[in-house]
């Protein structure tokens, strides 16, 4: 736990309100631009059948059911996205989500609090999707050969990358809420 409060401290020391500020433009402009965009431009395959890895829950006979409805040019594209796209997207999300943590729980907790760990939040979630994003593509590359094992993680991944993100974002609210409260508390202390 040394490294991680190590991590959580100097992340707290060292983020800045401005990083904070251009994670959440960056963010903005991947959410109203590049991601529409994307989700266009995989809509010719995913309209026969949806993109497993965008649910909470799926089984890996799923991802082999995606495969051979989207046939040979869809799983070219879905890997071809896998490997570009979703190389950047993570790191946005992960970056606007770490930069906006850090930034106010650093704000609301006093330092050492072990609550300013919860920034590290998400770069699990940026490790569980490139691992799942590793593992859909690997399927989809090989069909229709089967993959077992990379079929079988990759409900798992897609899982744990969705409850981080989800933890992560209720956490944003929660921490804004604590460094409001603590701001006002100095205020009228």
Same mark, same amino acid.
């Given at each position: 736990?040394?490294? @991680?409060? +190590?991590?959580?401290?100097?992340?707290?020391?060292?983020?800045?309100?401005?990083?904070?500020?251009?994670? @959440?433009?960056?963010?903005?402009?991947?959410?109203?631009?590049?991601?529409?965009?994307?989700?266009? %431009?995989?809509?010719?395959?995913?309209?026969?059948?949806? %993109?497993?890895?965008?649910?909470?829950?799926?089984?890996?006979?799923?991802?082999?059911?995606?495969?051979? %409805?989207?046939?040979?040019?869809?799983?070219?594209?879905?890997?071809?996205?896998?490997?570009?796209?979703?190389?950047?997207?993570?790191?946005?999300?992960?970056?606007?989500?770490?930069?906006?943590?850090?930034?106010?729980?650093?704000?609301?907790?006093?330092?050492?609090?072990?609550?300013?760990?919860?920034?590290?939040?998400?770069?699990?979630? @940026?490790?569980?999707?490139? %691992?799942?994003?590793?593992?859909?593509?690997? @399927?989809?590359?090989?069909?229709?050969? +089967?993959?077992?094992?990379?079929?079988?993680?990759?409900?798992?991944?897609?899982?744990?990358?969705?409850?981080?993100?989800?933890?992560?974002?209720?956490?944003?609210?929660?921490?804004?809420?604590?460094?409001?409260?603590?701001?006002?508390?100095? +205020?009228?202390?």
């Amino acid at each position: 736990m040394r490294v @991680v409060d +190590r991590g959580a401290a100097r992340l707290a020391r060292g983020v800045r309100g401005w990083m904070a500020i251009g994670a @959440v433009v960056l963010f903005m402009v991947f959410m109203t631009v590049v991601l529409p965009a994307q989700l266009d %431009a995989g809509a010719f395959y995913t309209e026969r059948y949806p %993109a497993p890895d965008t649910s909470m829950s799926y089984a890996p006979d799923d991802l082999y059911a995606a495969a051979e %409805a989207w046939g040979r040019e869809g799983r070219a594209a879905y890997v071809h996205q896998r490997v570009t796209f979703d190389v950047v997207w993570p790191i946005v999300y992960g970056m606007f989500l770490l930069t906006t943590l850090a930034w106010v729980w650093a704000r609301g907790t006093a330092p050492g609090s072990r609550w300013r760990r919860v920034a590290l939040l998400p770069v699990v979630a @940026v490790a569980l999707d490139f %691992a799942e994003n590793t593992c859909t593509a690997t @399927v989809m590359a090989r069909y229709p050969a +089967r993959t077992p094992v990379l079929a079988e993680l990759a409900p798992l991944f897609t899982a744990g990358k969705w409850l981080a993100i989800a933890v992560s974002f209720i956490l944003l609210v929660i921490g804004g809420i604590v460094a409001l409260a603590a701001r006002w508390g100095r +205020r009228n202390a």
